[in-house]
């Protein structure tokens, strides 16, 4: 028989096990919700979801949170999942509670804006002066279904059609006299549909705020987001879609400028962004900066945080290549063939300093200058055997000097794909620029953008 004693001791065994049990379990709960990604919903398609997704996910990332912003065919369903099984609305106006009380019950504005949108008027072959609905009454104005402050405003006679995509064609067409959109929008589809001859007319018929939408069982993080934002305001993140990124490169044309077009292409389709490039002199010295107190480097080889640890400690690769390097031998009839670096062994061979893969691999005796130019004039002089150098660096220098007798041997003694570098504040952006230049190659852009470089640089 147990003894009260022994019956008080299990009893108070049985407690503190549920009790560690209860803090395990919501110990496990703190867990999950630091797991967790945040989904936000909104019907605001590129680059305005591109440009909301950046600024939600930087806010997030201030408090160690992750988020995601789903893209949906209307800003109906978008509010209504947002409202429901989601965790809140990416980009709503301030009273959107009074335009659709059902939809947004569960939702809690930030009072901090997230983005301020332009609405405005395009025309084609039309010009007036935009003051404000009443400037539209005398024409033909297209607009898309579900933009509730479109449908409330817009006078004349109206036409509303469900993508900005067929407004755009219908626009140019001269079906309608005028489009009221986004800007952001508008002109995104404008330059991907090719179409010349839209106007933008100015000013803007209106300036509008819009705000994050929070699900209630996310409450506590409003003060947080709050403050997040104001900061990264404050820090002049939400200006990087006017300001311009700085990247950096040791690479000369016209390997930069092909480069630099292909990542201007990216960054404008990954949310209406600007880079610039600048070659302070060297490759050493474009990486340091990059690393410092640039926002990347536009082109280095696969291994390079192996090869250079301490010059790309805050710099992330953009996983989808954004060129190859083709060095090729340039010779005077010196070497008939290449296979490989053995081939070399036996001659004199020039090229550039801080080209790591030939500094590592090239045998014979090596001769490495700072300027390819010089090399070529070696070459071209006879004293040098052979010039290793990108094939479209050295076939522009040896058009632009005239030489004669350099022969460039067929196959390519390195052919390595490239990768930009990001730098590491800007973490946010890998998977959208590496997406952008997967829809380059895959729509021709890539190889376009190469041919009408060397196009040009031909005729010149």
């Known amino acids: 028989m147990i003894s009260k004693h022994w019956k008080f001791n299990i009893l108070l065994l049985i407690i503190m096990s549920c009790s560690l049990f209860n803090d395990l379990f919501a110990g496990n709960k703190e867990i999950n919700k630091e797991k967790h990604t945040y989904i936000f919903h909104t019907g605001l398609a590129s680059p305005i979801k591109e440009i909301l997704e950046t600024r939600i996910q930087e806010a997030f990332r201030r408090l160690n949170l992750k988020a995601v912003v789903a893209l949906n065919p209307s800003a109906q369903r978008a509010l209504m999942l947002a409202n429901d099984s989601g965790d809140g609305d990416a980009s709503r106006v301030p009273n959107i509670k009074e335009i659709a009380p059902k939809n947004t019950n569960n939702l809690i504005i930030i009072t901090e804006p997230i983005i301020v949108l332009k609405l405005t008027v395009y025309t084609k072959g039309l010009s007036f002066s935009v003051n404000g609905w009443n400037s539209l009454k005398a024409y033909h104005n297209g607009a898309r279904f579900g933009a509730k ?13 469900s993508s900005t995509e067929q407004l755009v064609q219908m626009l140019n067409l001269k079906r309608i006299d005028t489009m009221v959109e986004w800007d952001l929008r508008a002109e995104h589809v404008i330059r991907n549909l090719k179409i010349s001859g839209i106007k933008k007319l100015s000013p803007p018929i209106k300036l509008q705020p819009f705000h994050i939408y929070l699900h209630k069982k996310h409450k506590a993080l409003i003060p947080k987001l709050t403050k997040a934002i104001r900061q990264m305001k404050k820090e002049g993140f939400f200006n990087q879609t006017k300001r311009e990124f700085v990247f950096y490169t040791g690479t000369i044309s ?56 301490d010059e790309t400690g805050n710099l992330i690769q953009i996983p989808e290549s954004i060129n190859s390097i083709q060095f090729y031998v340039y010779t005077k009839n010196k070497v008939l063939s290449v ?64 030489y004669s007798g350099i022969r460039k041997l067929v196959s390519p003694l ?42 040009k640089l031909n005729s010149n």
């Open 339 to 402: 296979d490989g670096y053995s081939s070399l062994a036996k001659f004199s061979n020039g090229f550039r300093v801080g080209t790591k893969i030939l500094e590592k691999n090239m045998l014979g005796r090596v001769i490495m200058l700072p300027n390819t130019s010089r090399l070529f004039k070696m070459l071209n002089d006879g004293r040098l055997d052979n010039v290793i150098e990108w094939g479209a660096i050295a076939d522009s220098l040896i058009k632009k000097n005239e």
């Open 254 to 309: 016209p390997v930069k400028d092909i480069v630099e077009a292909r990542l201007k292409e990216a960054f404008k389709r990954a949310g209406g962004f600007k880079i610039k490039v600048i070659n302070p002199g060297s490759a050493q010295r474009a990486l340091v900066m990059a690393n410092s107190e640039g926002d990347g480097d536009i082109t280095r080889v696969l291994d390079i945080k192996k090869i250079a640890p």
């Open 149 to 161: 402050i479109l449908e409330k405003n817009i006078p004349g006679k109206r036409t509303f059609l």
């Open 414 to 455: 390195v052919d390595l794909p490239v990768y930009s570098l990001v730098h590491k504040k800007h973490q946010s952006l890998v998977p959208k620029i590496a997406k952008a230049i997967k829809e380059m190659k895959a729509d021709g852009t890539f190889q376009k953008i190469e041919k009408d470089v060397l196009s």
